[in-house]
């Protein structure tokens, strides 16, 4: 006699899957509870003498930068993964944070000879001199792409790019002046604090795109995630699609660079928090839940960094990786138990 007490897989499956869209529905009020936890410290200062205009200049850009930035590298994550079939891809492995940093030390360093003596000018062009070193990168990878048709080959040179590059800021730092390398390492450090608003129609107009790049070709990418063989046997090309993947991963993380300095462990972390909530690999469900994973992720690590001490801002990386760095190790040991 059977017993009633035990559920049938049919019925677990159901439940999980009522459960899916809850647990996303929570994931985003959470994301709108830390957005207002980050903001509602600094609208106290609203009747302060100059406290609207500060937060309207400064602080809201901060919070929606932070915002806009985990979105977009939480779907550059998702697409790089997608396009290695590794779950531990990130921009680095094409060379697009290499790339940002190389022109941000090269500005940095060159500053001076070219005639701009003045830190807040260079500081102006930090991230335009990350844009373009990011875009060299990317440009020498579109390029590269069209003779190479071996996944490896790619990922194998996208490290190489980023070993060049990191050699090139080794050798610029080891000959910079004192002030020229401290300029250059709080960059390093990440941060969303550096955002203007002019630059967030920049952020929002490249996230949009990157997203509806990921939309769009969601059903085609999921093909590609079975393999070669299945993208030619559904009739798709293998190169366009790796060619989209390219473009709109490479440009969503190569914006966030270059504005906000790298930011690590967000587009390796958010993927992953996203599948583990869907229960698949699939885009159209992960779309939504990866960019909530996201911007909880580097709404929390900025509102840390900004309010845990009175008198000091931490580094966004250093909160980042603190966070990442168990929730990881968490997923991989649950994983492997099961």
Known sequence: MKDRTQTSPSASAVNRRGLRPRLTLLLGILLLITIWLDLEPLAQRWQQTGGETIFWDLHFPRVM???LGGIALSWSGLMM?????NPLAGPFLIGITPGATFGVALITYLGATIGLEDTGTQFALQPLAALGGALLVLSIQLALHKKLTQLHALLLVGLVLGYFFGAAVDIITQTAQAQQVKQFVMWGMGGFDRVIPSQLYIISISTLIGGAILSYHRHAFNTYLLG?????SAGKSIKNLRLWLIIGSA???????AYCGPVSFVGLIAPHISRKIQG???HGPNILTTAFAGALLTLTADALANQLLSNNILPINAILSLIGAPVVILMLTGKNAR
């Open 280 to 282: 698949t690999e699939a």
């Open 228 to 232: 070669d063989i299945h993208v030619e």
């Open 251 to 257: 440009s969503m993380a190569a914006i966030i660079t």
């Open 81 to 85: 993964q997608t396009l290695f079939r």
């Open 65 to 67: 930068a932070a915002t």
